[in-house]
C-alpha cells in the first residue's frame, strides 16, 4: 500500500517536470491539445458576468468616446500613412527616370532570419528574382523570391552575409571636392557589431586603400547584368566611416540611416520600365471594415497584479490567431495572446514583452519617421504611462543631446498580424542612437473598453506553386 | 455521501472559485488596492487543502487553475502545473503538521502565492525575455496572501454547497 502511494507520488512528480518544461519551452502541438481542458474558461467567464453590470455606464462612455474620435484620427493616420508611402520613393530626380516602381509593405520578419523580409507589393506583374529594392534615395536589397501567397515577395537585405552589391565612394580632398577616380568596393552583410546595437553595413575588398569617410553609393559592375546594374546605380547605401578597433587598426564600415532590424516599412521594387504604370501603389487597407473580426472582453483586467491582460470572448474558431492586433476606432488596444477554440488572451499594452513596430509622427516634421521595434516595460502605477524600450538606429533630425522631440505614435509595418496606422499614443523622443526608456501617454478610455475589433487582414489567396518555383529560378 | 451532493459541490466548487477570483481580478486593477490586493484564489484553495479528502487534492487543483485561467493571461499550463505543484506538496505536508490550522494555513498560502507568482513570471522572462518584476511586489503578495488566509481561510469549507467535500476523519 505505502509502496504503491510512493509510486503514485513518483509518477506524479515526472508529470509535474514535464509540465514545468513544457511550460517554459511550449511545443505547439501539445500546446493545441492542453488548450482543450482550458476551454471551460469561456463559459466560468460567464457566469460572473453580473461584476460587469456594475461598471457598464463607464464601458459606455469609454466606447462613446473612442467612436467619436474616430473618424477624425482614422483620417488623420490615412493622410500620414499616404505621406509614409510617397516618402517610399526616391527625391533625386536622376533616380525617378527609366525605372518602374512598385510600392510594397514590409509584412514580416522572421525572428530566425532577420536578413530577409517578407513583403506585399502592389503588383507581382514583371517582378523577378535579382530586382533591387529601394527606399527613398536608400538601396535596400534584391527580390529572392515570390512569395506563397498572391502579391508577396521575399526581399533579401544588403545586412544578409552571403549579400554581395557593388559599390563606390568618391575621392575627395581636405575640402571636399573630388579628385581622381571614385574607390570601388563590396557592400554586404554587418561589420562586427558595436557596443551601443547600432548596426553598420561591412566593406570588402576597395580598390584603393586609405579612404576613410565619404557617401557611398552602389555602383554595381555592368557586366553582370547591364539592365540590373543600370536599375540600381547611384542609390544610396549610407556614410563611409572608420572606427578605431581596440588593437588600434582602422575598420571601414558604412553607417545606413536605415534601421534594418525593425525599422524597414516602405519598400519599392525597382523594375525595367515598359508598358505597365511607372508608378504603383498599395491600397491601404486597415480602415477597411471586412478586415476585422468583432469580439468582447469578458474580464476588465487579470488577476496578476503585474500583467496587464484581458480575456476575450471569441477563440481560434473565429480566426483569431496569436499576434494579432486588437484595436477600436482607431486605437490599438493590445495583441492577441494564447488561443483557445472559444476564447482567447488579449495583451494589453501595458504588459511587459509586448513588440510592436512603431512610425512617429514628430511635431513640425512633414513626414513620420519609423522608429522600429519598441518592447513594452509595463505600466506606471502612480500615472498610468507605459514604458518602452526602443534602441535608437535613426538620425532624428538636428536635434540637440538631451532634447526631445514631442511625438505621436502609430503601429508601422513588418510585425505579423498588425496594420499599420493604429494609434498608440504620445511621446516625447529622445534623438540620441543608443537604447532608450521612453514613456508613451495612452487615452485612459482604452483600458474601460468591452466591444474590440481584432485585425484578420485582407483575404489572401495562395500562389499555385509552379509559379512560386518559377519566381524563384531566374 | 451521495455522489449527487459531491456532484453539485463540485460545481458549487466551480462557482466560488470564479467568483473569488473574479473579485480578485476586479481589486487587482483597482487603483487602492491594486499591488496589494491578496491572492484571494490562492487562499481559497489553501483552505480546502487541509480539509478535503486526499483523493480529491488534485481535482481541486485542476479546477483552481481553470477557474484562475478564466481571469488571467497567463499560460494556462503554468498555472496548472503551479496549482499541481501545491497540491502535491500539501500531499506530503498532510501526514507530518496539521494543515487546517491558521498558522499553517497562512504560511502555506504567503508561500504558495509567492511561489506562483514567481513561476509565471519565470515562465514569461523565459518566453518572452523581459526582466522579471521587483521582489517587493511578490514579497506585498505574500503577505497580504498570507494575512487573509490567517483572516478568512477557514471560511473556505463552510463557503455554501461545499461541505460534502469535506474529508470524513
Known amino acids: ?474 | 455521501m451521495k455522489s449527487s451532493s459531491r456532484l453539485l459541490a463540485w460545481f458549487f466548487l466551480v462557482l466560488w472559485f470564479a467568483w473569488i477570483h473574479a473579485l480578485q481580478e476586479r481589486l487587482s486593477v483597482n487603483e487602492t488596492f491594486a499591488l496589494a490586493t491578496p491572492d484571494l484564489g490562492m487562499v481559497f484553495f489553501v483552505g480546502l487543502l487541509g480539509v478535503v479528502r486526499k483523493n480529491d487534492l488534485f481535482l481541486v487543483a485542476i479546477l483552481a487553475a481553470i477557474c484562475r485561467k478564466s481571469f488571467s493571461v497567463e499560460p494556462g499550463l503554468a498555472i496548472l502545473c503551479g496549482f499541481l505543484a501545491l497540491a502535491w506538496l500539501a500531499s506530503l505536508l498532510r501526514e507530518m503538521v496539521e494543515l487546517s490550522s491558521p498558522l499553517w494555513r497562512a504560511v502555506l498560502a504567503g508561500l504558495g502565492a509567492l511561489g506562483l507568482s514567481l513561476w509565471l513570471e519565470v515562465v514569461q522572462f523565459t518566453r518572452v525575455g523581459v526582466s522579471l518584476p521587483p521582489l517587493d511586489v511578490l514579497i506585498a503578495l505574500a503577505f497580504t496572501s498570507g494575512l487573509a488566509a490567517l483572516a478568512i481561510g477557514g471560511f473556505s469549507i463552510r463557503l455554501p454547497g461545499l461541505t460534502p467535500l469535506r474529508a470524513e476523519d
Not at chain 1, 502541438?29 to 457566469?47: D, K, M
Not at chain 1, 517578407?118 to 529601394?134: C, H, W
Not at chain 1, 500615472?383 to 526631445?404: V, Y
Request: proline residues 6%; aromatic residues 4%; contains cysteine.
Open chain 1, 1 to 474: 500500500m505505502i509502496r504503491d502511494l510512493g509510486r503514485r507520488r513518483t509518477i506524479y512528480f515526472v508529470l509535474l517536470v514535464v509540465c514545468a518544461v513544457l511550460s517554459l519551452r511550449p511545443i505547439p502541438l501539445v500546446g493545441g491539445v492542453i488548450e482543450l481542458v482550458f476551454v471551460p474558461t469561456r463559459l466560468i467567464a460567464e457566469l460572473v458576468a453580473p461584476l460587469a453590470w456594475l461598471r457598464s455606464g463607464e464601458v459606455r462612455a469609454a466606447e462613446r468616446q473612442i467612436d467619436a474620435e474616430a473618424r477624425v484620427v482614422r483620417g488623420a493616420a490615412a493622410d500620414l500613412l499616404a505621406i509614409e508611402q510617397q516618402s517610399a520613393l526616391p527625391t533625386r530626380p536622376k533616380l525617378l527616370v527609366g525605372r518602374r516602381m512598385i510600392h510594397g509593405e514590409v509584412i514580416r520578419r522572421s525572428r530566425g532570419d532577420l536578413d530577409r523580409v517578407e513583403v506585399r507589393v502592389a503588383s507581382t506583374e514583371g517582378i523577378v528574382p535579382d530586382l533591387p529594392v529601394i527606399t527613398g534615395d536608400q538601396y535596400v536589397g534584391r527580390v529572392a523570391r515570390l512569395g506563397n501567397q498572391e502579391n508577396m515577395i521575399l526581399v533579401d537585405l544588403v545586412t544578409g552575409k552571403d549579400f554581395f552589391v557593388g559599390a563606390s565612394v568618391a575621392r575627395t580632398d581636405w575640402r571636399g571636392e573630388a579628385i581622381g577616380e571614385s574607390v570601388e568596393f563590396v557592400v554586404g552583410g554587418l561589420a562586427p557589431r558595436s557596443m551601443d546595437e547600432q548596426l553598420h553595413l561591412a566593406l570588402h575588398n576597395p580598390s584603393l586603400r586609405g579612404i576613410k569617410k565619404g557617401p557611398v553609393h552602389v555602383f554595381e559592375p555592368a557586366d553582370m547584368d547591364p539592365e540590373l546594374a543600370e536599375l540600381s546605380r547611384g542609390f544610396s547605401l549610407g556614410e563611409l566611416q572608420t572606427l578605431q578597433t581596440i588593437s588600434g587598426s582602422e575598420l571601414p564600415l558604412i553607417q545606413s540611416p536605415l534601421d534594418f532590424k525593425s525599422g524597414l516599412f516602405q519598400v519599392i521594387v525597382l523594375a525595367p520600365e515598359d508598358k505597365a504604370s511607372a508608378v504603383e501603389m498599395l491600397q491601404l487597407e486597415t480602415f477597411v471594415e471586412d478586415n476585422w473580426i468583432r469580439t468582447s472582453t469578458l474580464t476588465r483586467g487579470d488577476v496578476t497584479p503585474t500583467r496587464e491582460g484581458r480575456r476575450l470572448a471569441r477563440g481560434s474558431l473565429a480566426g483569431l490567431r496569436t499576434g494579432q492586433a486588437v484595436a477600436l476606432g482607431a486605437h490599438l488596444v493590445g495583441r492577441v495572446g494564447e488561443t483557445g477554440p472559444l476564447a482567447a488572451d488579449l495583451i494589453g499594452l501595458g504588459d511587459p514583452g509586448v513588440r510592436l513596430a512603431v512610425l512617429a509622427e514628430i511635431e513640425g516634421e512633414a513626414s513620420p519617421r519609423p522608429l522600429g521595434e519598441l518592447v513594452a516595460l509595463g505600466r506606471s502605477r502612480h500615472d498610468g504611462s507605459l514604458g518602452f524600450r526602443w534602441i535608437c538606429r535613426i538620425d532624428l533630425g538636428e536635434a540637440r543631446e538631451g532634447e526631445l522631440l514631442e511625438a505621436d505614435l502609430y503601429t508601422g509595418s513588418g510585425e505579423d498580424g498588425v496594420p499599420r496606422g493604429l494609434f498608440i499614443g504620445e511621446t516625447e523622443l529622445p534623438t540620441t542612437r543608443r537604447p532608450h526608456e521612453i514613456t508613451v501617454w495612452q487615452d485612459p478610455a482604452v483600458r474601460e473598453l468591452e466591444r474590440v475589433f481584432v485585425w484578420k487582414g485582407p483575404e489572401v489567396k495562395r500562389r499555385p506553386e509552379s509559379v512560386t518555383r518559377l519566381g524563384g529560378t531566374r
